[in-house]
């Protein structure tokens, strides 16, 4: 039986310990990265709950789409940038903090190692993977602790990150980041909706978008499938010409369009007979189809359109797309695809389910088709309040230096267990003594094939993109300290179309890569050989990174679940792990990351157990916005 004495100490150090955590959060300056679905709740948090000094960033404006769940934003905001009326709002809930807002990207050099040291905590709303990868380096570099958070639909998670306490958001193994098609599948034989739904994407892009030589549309008479045929007499001394160069030329009529891509570009891949074998042929739409288009204004979003419709919404929105690229009597303007841009989704409906009646393919409704064409879940407005409450929560212990106390917390979608707990959680997880960031000697394996892999590659393509970094300075540990890429202007820009091979570089090479300003700094280990036969053949740029980060299932194997107090949360006994969930917005449809508990996977995790490496090029289901496969806003 507790005695009166101690109940009345337990109660004085509970006062003592919330004094201390008060004081803390009263006088600690805080970052928010991000202002959408989650931080617009964890901001009206922040200032409700005693916290003063808050910086907010976010890149963004309001769209009309965001007020269903970012309630500090109306109607009269469209258009504004988040950041600042988040900020607006927000003081008006306590007029005495003070609030700064930034519409920039975090990623900018103006916010380096010394800007991150200004705060004692940061917060994550983020829902971009190569933002998050930033933020986790630059509170490494500065020691500052970080609060990663995500939502999914109904999943949600929120973790603590601390130097040397925890694992950071790269020592978890998250796949390959967006689910990728292989180009001749996309280009000739398409057998599922989302091939044609890609193919209609790049169309877009092709006719009014960015033009990218690798998200073509025109038959591919490369296809491996195809490689033992004659080239068709009719295009063997045929001068080719761009997509773009092509509608241009013809003004963008859409019945010339239409007769090219759903006539005689099919009937071109029917003389490719070796790819019908064992396939359906498709079949292309009658020329009477197109002779004579009808005006159809309305058409329902939950109902499959007829070819009079497709047509006719093909058409129309075509004549809109060519109109709004015209700004002030040029016509070099280019338009960005977007999911809440109604032209643009009439476009990729007509477009995408015209192909699906040629190749024999279910057509999909127009409000099934935007959710995969956007990568939309609808975002759930509770699951990101909660989870802006989880933050604050975690945010009080690691100010208060309590990281003991920290745990990883999953959201479940519902109750489990005999006293129907909605969470899974588990304590902080050490830092994997395998990760190519937070680890003391970080290291990767780069194998490509020396003598053709162009130092462009290397940065782009491999520094940049596979690993996140901003500015590499990349230098062979050869002895003579041979500089190969520097982050100086113009200093090795001679070097960029040269092969690795010029600069001594082999099998068994090691490269030093250095970000000044991440303040990260990576071991690279070259491995030579032909590794095309894996992404794309004949393809002398392919690489392939192999990181040390252990995947999901081989870390922590030996944890247990908690809820927070010691006690069983009736779940599976497994650890939570982190897995890579979103700003709180929208996310791809069925898809639902989980806890690595055995139940459900990630959605990246899912894509990666799934994949098997093809002969064919892949092309990417997203642009190059290194937005995440798991959420986008």
Known sequence: MVSPNDMEQRFLARKAELEKVNKAVSSCRVLLVG???????????????????????????????????????QRQHVGQPKCEVARQSALQFNPHCNITSHHDSIISDKYNVNFFNNFNIVLNALDNRAARNHVNRMCLAADVPLIESGSAGYFGQV??????????????HKGDREKSYPSCTVRNTPSEPIHCIVWAKNLFCQLFGEVDADNEVSPDSADPEAAHEEQPPSQQNEVKVSTRA??????YDPKKLLKKFFIDDINYLLIMKNLWTNRKPPVPIKPDSIQSIQDIEKASESELWSIETLVSKFASS???????????????KVLFWDKDDDV???????????????????????????????????????????????????????????????????????????KGFLFATSQLHKPSPNCYVCSSLPEVRLRVKCDSFLVRTLEEKVLKKSLSMLMPDVEVQDGKGTIVLSSEAGETEGNLDKPLANFGIKDGSTLKADDFFQNFTLTLTICDGDVSNERDPGDDQAFVVEGQAPKPEESHANGSASNGNGVSNGSSAQPVQPVDLGSGDECVPGQEPTAANGNKRSAEQDTTASSAPSAKKAILTADDSDEDLVCLD
């Open 344 to 418: 643009a989704i009439d476009f990729t409906c007509a477009a995408a389910n015209l192909r699906c009646l040629v190749f024999g393919i279910a057509q999909q409704t127009r409000f099934n088709l935007k959710s995969m064409a956007g990568n939309i879940i609808p975002a759930i407005a509770t699951t990101n309040a909660i989870v802006a409450g989880l933050i604050v929560i975690e945010a009080k212990k690691a100010l208060a230096g309590n990281f003991d106390q920290c745990r990883s917390i999953f959201l479940k979608d519902e109750p489990a267990g005999r």
């Open 159 to 172: 973790y603590t990150i601390k130097k040397g306490v925890s694992e950071c958001y790269e020592c978890i």
């Open 318 to 332: 075509v004549a809109k797309l060519k109109d709004r690229k015209k700004v002030e009597g040029r016509e070099d």
């Open 35 to 73: 202002a959408g679905g989650i931080g617009c709740e964890l901001l009206k948090n922040l200032v409700l709950s005693g916290f003063v000094n808050i910086e907010v960033f976010d890149l963004d404006t309001i769209e009309l789409s965001n007020l269903n769940r970012q309630f500090l934003f």
């Open 246 to 251: 092509w509608a241009e030329e013809n003004d």
